[in-house]
């Protein structure tokens, strides 16, 4: 069964651009993107899409998070073993943590409503309830400050 993560991003980068970045950026597996007919980087692990947001959805986030967002970065694990896990949880925060360095605001989440984590107004909060990242995990990798502590969705 594959797991959905979506990051939704305040950003003034278009799906192009964020694939072109991505494509360029994260080490450790080949991604494969498809060219200008796709808005899709294939790996053998993790697929990562990136559009738009659809219409009725960006009023939603707005509504739960106070932000307007103007891409959808989607994850897309494909993961058979637990090394194939740990690899696509790594890729995700390594584009995430890029994309962050492109965004005001965003929040990354788990099948469309269950927060992972956030930045609003410039503050990275990682979900203590998530155990996709813990403590230990993020500290070996994020020089950034952050909190982790409970983000209850506001979009349950």
């Not at 990354?108 to 203590?128: A, D, P, W």
């Not at 309830?129 to 979009?155: A, F, N, V």
Request: charged share 20%; glycine share 6%; hydrophobic share 35%.
């Amino acid at each position: 069964m594959a797991l959905e993560y979506e990051l939704e991003l305040s950003t003034s980068m278009n799906p192009t651009q964020t694939l072109e970045l991505l494509s360029r950026h994260i080490g450790g597996l080949t991604l494969t993107w498809n060219g200008k007919n796709s808005d899709y980087l294939w790996g053998p692990t993790i697929n990562i899409d990136v559009s738009e947001p659809s219409r009725s959805w960006p009023g939603t986030i707005k509504d739960g998070f106070g932000f307007l967002p103007t891409l959808l970065v989607g994850f897309r694990f494909n993961d058979k073993t637990d090394d194939d896990y740990n690899t696509c949880r790594q890729i995700m925060f390594q584009a995430t943590m890029l994309l962050l360095e492109q965004a005001q605001d965003s929040v990354l989440l788990f099948n469309y409503e269950f927060i992972v984590m956030q930045r609003l107004g410039g503050k990275l909060t990682f979900n203590s309830d998530s155990h996709l990242w813990d403590d230990e995990w993020l500290k070996s990798r994020l020089t950034l400050p952050y909190e982790r502590r409970p983000l209850p969705s506001p979009l349950l």
